[in-house]
T-cell receptor, first 111, second 114 residues
Framework: GQQLNQSPQSMFIQEGEDVSMNCTSSSIFNTWLWYKQDPGEGPVLLIALYKAGELTSNGRLTAQFGITRKDSFLNISASIPSDVGIYFCAGFIQGAQKLVFGQGTRLTINP | DTGVSQNPRHKITKRGQNVTFRCDPISEHNRLYWYRQTLGQGPEFLTYFQNEAQLEKSRLLSDRFSAERPKGSFSTLEIQRTEQGDSAMYLC????????????FGAGTRLSVL
């Protein structure tokens, strides 16, 4: 079945640093989504990407849909304490309807 | 609050008991999804509805699991004869057809089977 490989699995950074994480797949997706999940809560949508090569920003977050449609990355600039959490990439295939998720990247920020 | 609502937030049950969870989607959304998430993993798809029709079920959804969306609005997920392996976070999401895969998630129901 489809699998997304997300890396790194965890990151420990200092406040103010930039963060980069990525997702790769053996399958082609129509849409890439990035979610953030806090402990005990559901995933919250951060960014949606619809076209190969698309670069989209949401505040300090920037994400790109890879040219091959098999990968995506998420950058967070100037990290702040509230960025702590688990970030998930998810791929969507038109017709299949379900989202396929990566394993998550756990971000920890040292003040 | 017009987001996806799930109840209860937490459920502790003994092995062998039946449990039922409820999901109220965003009101204008015609698609509703159930996912299961275990510790340290991303959510895994279980099933989805378009209006009241259940259109796809994952192989993860054993015969002990049943989901309904009787009037195309709220949905219920029932697990019969719970097992310890059913312990997980059960997430509900909703979407509007034609929006390219964007799904909005509820806060989840955390099930602990003792």
């Amino acid at each position: 079945g489809q699998q997304l490989n997300q890396s790194p699995q965890s990151m420990f950074i200092q406040e103010g640093e930039d963060v980069s994480m990525n997702c790769t797949s053996s399958s082609i997706f129509n849409t890439w989504l990035w979610y953030k999940q806090d402990p005990g809560e559901g995933p919250v949508l951060l960014i949606a990407l619809y076209k190969a090569g698309e670069l989209t920003s949401n505040g300090r977050l920037t994400a790109q849909f890879g040219i091959t449609r098999k990968d995506s990355f998420l950058n967070i600039s100037a990290s702040i304490p509230s960025d702590v959490g688990i970030y998930f990439c998810a791929g969507f295939i038109q017709g299949a309807q379900k989202l396929v998720f990566g394993q998550g990247t756990r971000l920890t920020i040292n003040p | 609050d017009t987001g996806v609502s799930q109840n209860p937030r937490h459920k502790i049950t003994k092995r062998g008991q039946n449990v039922t969870f409820r999901c109220d989607p965003i009101s204008e959304h015609n698609r509703l999804y159930w996912y299961r998430q275990t510790l340290g993993q991303g959510p895994e798809f279980l099933t989805y509805f378009q209006n009241e029709a259940q259109l796809e079920k994952s192989r993860l959804l054993s015969d002990r699991f049943s989901a309904e969306r009787p009037k195309g609005s709220f949905s219920t997920l029932e697990i019969q004869r719970t097992e310890q392996g059913d312990s997980a976070m059960y997430l509900c999401a909703s979407s509007l057809a034609g929006t390219g895969g964007i799904q909005y998630f509820g806060a989840g129901t955390r099930l602990s089977v003792l």
